[in-house]
DNA sequence: AGTGCAGTTGACTTT
DNA sequence: TAAAGTCAACTGCAC
């Protein structure tokens, strides 16, 4: 038998794996819950739950075809241990997957019990990253090729008699309760709901709205759980934006220029994943070894709860904390602030605060969260340190407050001139330190210290050389420290100069 | 109408 | 995907 082995590719189209298997012979659709990978600190209960409800879905559209999903807890190995047993081994498939150190450690276990069980073991690439590179060239080219290909059509499957097996709940698992009470639904129908909106109607105004917590929450395409999760295919989102690009050239410019920015995000998704490929260390450890224990290692636990709870004083900065631990999500921009704040004026070591936000993302995909980690504390090398101002923040993307306030109530006192800096109000001592605190932070000194010190590395012996070497590892062909300085030259000005 | 000046804007540089 | 600083050009206004 044919086991096709799902892991965060939850999905009957566009799956390689479930494809290729079947042209094989009898496929066993399998999918494991390993309760010690839902065990590990950058997992969280949310993460399941959206995976519970992806699962369901998927059980149905396999069962579409011929033969629902099987579904079995425990060890992988022991797993496959009954199935050879019970003679259903014949070869295992699965997509490769670039996931944290425990997942890539198992899928090292999962190889070398294949190889001694004799059992062929076929992994098929996963979206645009590409395992063993050797190196970056080309490789933009690259995924426009594997993302221009063919979607894999869904195969017709032989039916079992085994038994599906249920799914289980969070609290079977030992998962803390994580109550997320605006968590987006799991599985591919949501997921293909929120694509076509998006492109339809929702995404005109992408562009311009996506920076802000608000607009963007319902301009931004709100994809990337189902792409995390695998209900979307990256091949099918990118080939669905580019027919929508061909098709609004004629309409107005704020289509043209939304589509074209969402599609270079689309590129950046594989782009950051593939550092993570290519240097699975990057979860713990700095890009650059120079700035390895320039934080304390243990952070300040008092600082990181009052962060991760939004209880830091700074109004805007919380609201997005508070907004982000009941929705799963935020934008860009705002994950952004919220690490760099952690980085830089609370100055923590950015593993466990990186921990907290990978479980509070519905849409965690440890490639990019440990990249932009990494970059948004200045510990790259190769991505001059970007500390957000908090009071700035929420000035420019929250001016009206509507967003500051639905999350942070009880600043309803305080009048909106004053939201972002609550301690300039008249009334500051009747909210200040009795219903919100005050800063935990001077946000100016604060980023002017962190500011130096990230800045102090940069001017020591060797930083530059090894910067370089990084640049030329993890770095786009197309932009970075490479091209810095080799910018064309302005050309001739459209005024004449006479010397008149 | 031209001049001086404070304040603003935008491009560019530095950290 | 930053923010602050610098500098020159520009603007509005009083005289």
């Keep these: 038998m044919q086991v096709v082995w799902f892991k965060r590719d939850l999905r009957v189209q566009d799956h390689a794996a479930l494809h290729c298997a079947a042209r094989r012979g009898t496929v066993l659709p399998l999918y494991v819950v390993e309760p010690e990978l839902w065990r590990q600190p950058d997992h969280s209960a949310r ?56 997942t890539f450690q198992r899928d090292k276990k999962v190889i070398a019990w294949c190889r001694s069980a004799n059992v062929p073991f076929h992994q098929l690439q996963n979206h645009g990253v590409v395992r063993g590179l050797a190196s970056r060239n080309g490789w933009a080219d690259n995924w426009d090729r594997i993302m221009s290909r063919e979607l894999t059509p869904p195969p017709a499957l032989c039916p079992l008699n085994i038994a599906p097996g249920p799914i289980p709940d969070a609290s079977d698992l030992g998962l803390l309760p994580d109550p997320c009470p605006e968590r987006q639904v799991g ?58 690009r061909a098709e ?32 699975p260390e ?63 004026h609370l100055w923590l070591d950015w593993r466990r605060p990186g921990q907290q936000l990978a479980r509070f993302f519905t849409d965690y995909e440890p490639g990019i969260h440990w990249s932009q980690v990494q970059m948004q504390s200045g510990t790259t090398g190769i991505n001059v340190a970007r500390i957000y101002n908090p009071v700035k923040q929420g000035i420019d993307q929250d001016p009206t407050g509507v967003f500051t306030r639905r999350w942070v109530p009880e600043l309803v006192k305080i009048p909106d001139q004053f939201l ?81």
């Design 47 to 102: 993460h399941w739950e959206f995976v519970a409800e992806t699962l369901a879905g998927l059980r149905q559209d396999l069962a579409q075809l011929g033969q629902p999903l099987i579904i079995r807890v425990g060890d992988m190995t022991d797993v496959l241990n009954r199935l050879l047993q019970l003679g259903c081994l014949d070869a295992l498939w699965a997509h490769e997957e670039t996931g944290n150190n425990w």
């Design 187 to 244: 599985g591919r129908l949501a997921g293909v709901e929120r694509l076509s909106s998006f492109l339809s109607h929702r995404g005109e105004t992408y562009q311009r709205a996506m920076s802000a917590p608000l607009a963007g929450a319902h301009a931004c395409s709100r994809v990337s759980p189902y792409l995390t999760w695998g209900a979307l295919s990256m091949r099918e989102v990118y080939q669905a934006c580019e027919r929508r």
């Design 248 to 279: 609004i050239r004629s309409k107005g410019s704020s289509w043209g220029r939304s589509m074209r920015s969402f599609s270079g995000r689309l590129h950046w998704h594989c782009h950051f994943i593939q550092k993570l490929e290519d240097e």
């Design 282 to 344: 990057i979860e713990f450890t700095e890009f650059h070894p120079l700035y390895a224990g320039l934080r304390p290692e243990q952070p300040d636990q008092t600082r990181l709860d009052a962060w991760a709870n939004g209880e830091t004083g700074y109004p805007f900065l919380d609201a997005c904390m508070r907004s982000l631990r009941a929705t799963g999500w935020l934008n860009f921009r705002m994950r952004a602030m919220v690490m760099s704040t952690a980085s830089y």
């Design 420 to 500: 972002h800096e609550p301690w300039k109000a008249d009334n500051a001592a009747e909210v200040l330190g009795k219903l919100y605190p005050e800063p935990i932070f001077d946000h100016v000194v604060a980023a002017r210290e962190a500011r130096d010190k990230i800045w102090g590395v940069r001017k020591e012996a060797g930083f530059q050389s090894r910067a370089r070497a990084i640049q030329n590892k993890h770095g786009s062909r197309k932009s970075g420290i490479k091209n810095r300085g080799q910018r064309k030259p302005k050309g001739p000005s459209n005024q004449l100069e006479l010397p008149f």
